[in-house]
């Protein structure tokens, strides 16, 4: 019961952990199902402590009832003249029956067996009515053979037995039948009993010292193997001072990560084993980990028994990486039936170590046979003289930056004031150009340009003066929050959404707050006018604000659309628009 109990609440510690993984994938909070986490552990730990107090109570028992049956032996009682005589009486012998399944039942069907043991040899002849000479009694000569199980009872003699009927015996001359029951097997004479022992022990003397040098050997090596030990073994030792994990830079951005630990070279039971497995569970976020709460993302690798660190290799490293390792024994399938005992897996307890980060940021070394991003980058004095195609070469003394495109050098950027993009600076400040101030902030030089269009488009694409209306718009799904920030490139005036889905209503957001349509008999009408439907800021605007979700409902799509406009002459420029919605 205790250990269906203890299954139950793994079951369940195991589904917090499932929960766990769903909302750290969604973006929600964690906390609470933290806590019920640590809740269900504390009872998983107490359920297996009692279990581990009955369970010595149950070996303390064991212990009472070996010392009992010890104390109980009839060789302790009778002197070795008596157990002599007695021996011929007593016989040992196991009996089993492996379609029964409650102990109860087996212990009625243990005593009819013992009783069938138990009782005598029959063998019994008896003087019978030689029916077979009777021509009356002819329809029952064919109703009784040799093997026919025959009843004696006789209220005198206090019989009632059932045996076999084994012999006729027939006396022709006087017309007279003779017949045999017995509940034993065929009686062998003396000299045949006699011939099989002689035969036999020849048999077994030869046999025996055929095999007995690999009897000797099997027998010593089945006993020897640690796979037949059920002791669970200890777990590995980790360092605590935060030096049980490293990890070294490679040219291509990732690190080998190497995990320590220390483990007891001893004859001892719990300390022998075949190796050690070790568990990687990799995450873009720093919270802790539970091995077993998502095993299809953990990595395993496996080492032998006298390896006392391990390395994986080719990481990325700007993630966080949890690190378990665990001792094991492979053992037969009789002493555990998943032919593997494990210790428990213990991982750095170290906060820098638990996770683990190698780098905030992924480290590339120069490689002139390596690409990243598909870009060959060298630095050198001289300008490569046969470079290839996306071949991008920096002048270390003037940090001057050029790009092969397979024909020519292009100048993508350059760090001196000199010039920029081909653009040479001047003295003067004029229009167009960019100021240089020396450490003093006077203008020394300036770098002149062509500030009229910027790829391609006129300035004024790019304005966000007053004078400026602006549109946005674009789509987005409901995440199921309140409150959510949609940001903008500027500070809209008013805001549309329109949910495609019934499940939501339309709105319509400015400056005094968000409002929502209603229709009735009259017509078309807004309601609202507050932070609950919604409300414009700075960085943009943002969903409504109680626990209706309004325009940011869980997996609803929404389209909107935001405006920025200014008055001129007292007429808005979106003034001559006219918005129509269906109230379906």
Known sequence: MLKNEQYTLELEKQKILDHIEVAKKAGDDTKELKAQLQMKIQELDAKINQIAILDKDKETIQNSISELKETLKFEKYITDDLKEELSVFILEGEWSNDSLFDETELYEKSIEEMEKRNAPPINITLDVVNFFNCLSESHNWDRCSLGDTVRIRSEELKTDVKARLVTFNF????????????????????????????????????????????????????????????????????????????????????????????????????????????????????????????????????????????????????????????????????????????????????????????????????????????????????????????????????????????????????????SLNGYTASTLSTPNSIPVRNDQGIITGSIDGNAEFLGGKPYSEYALSSDVPQLARGTYVGDGTISKQISLPFTPTHVKVWPVSSNDSMLLI??????TYQVNEMGIYLIGGNSTYGIINELGFITGSDGNQRGNKLNTKYIWEAYRHVQKTGVSLLDTSVFCWNSE
């Open 171 to 418: 006396d022709f001359a006087q017309k007279t039948m003779d017949v045999t029951i017995s509940n034993g097997k065929k009686i062998k004479s003396d000299f045949e009993t006699i011939s099989n022992m002689m035969y036999t022990s020849i048999k077994t003397n030869t046999d025996y010292n055929k095999r007995k040098i690999d009897w000797e050997n099997a027998t010593e090596n089945f006993n020897i193997r640690n796979d037949r030990i059920a002791v669970k073994p200890n777990p590995p030792i980790i360092k605590r001072d935060g030096t049980a994990i490293s990890h070294t830079n490679n040219d291509d951005g990732s690190v080998d990560i190497t995990i320590e630990w220390d483990y007891p070279t001893s004859n001892e039971d719990k300390y022998n084993i075949d190796g050690f497995e070790l568990y990687l569970y990799s995450s873009n976020d720093k919270d802790e980990y539970v091995f077993g709460s998502k095993m299809a993302s953990e990595d395993l690798k496996n080492v032998k028994y006298d390896k006392r660190a391990a390395a994986f290799t080719g990481l990325p490293s700007n993630k966080y990486y949890t690190i378990g390792i665990q001792a094991y024994r492979r053992v037969d399938a009789d002493i555990e039936i998943t032919q593997f005992i494990g210790s428990d897996i213990v991982k750095s307890l170290h906060p820098n170590e638990n996770p683990y980060l190698p780098s905030s940021t992924v480290e590339v070394s120069g490689n002139l046979n390596g690409k990243v991003n598909n870009l060959y980058t060298i630095s050198s004095v001289a300008k490569p003289e046969t470079p290839e195609a996306a071949t991008i070469w920096i002048d270390p003394k003037t940090n001057k930056q050029e790009l092969f495109n397979g024909e020519e050098w292009i100048v993508s950027s350059a760090g001196s004031a000199d």
């Open 510 to 515: 400015d400056e005094t707050g968000g409002y």
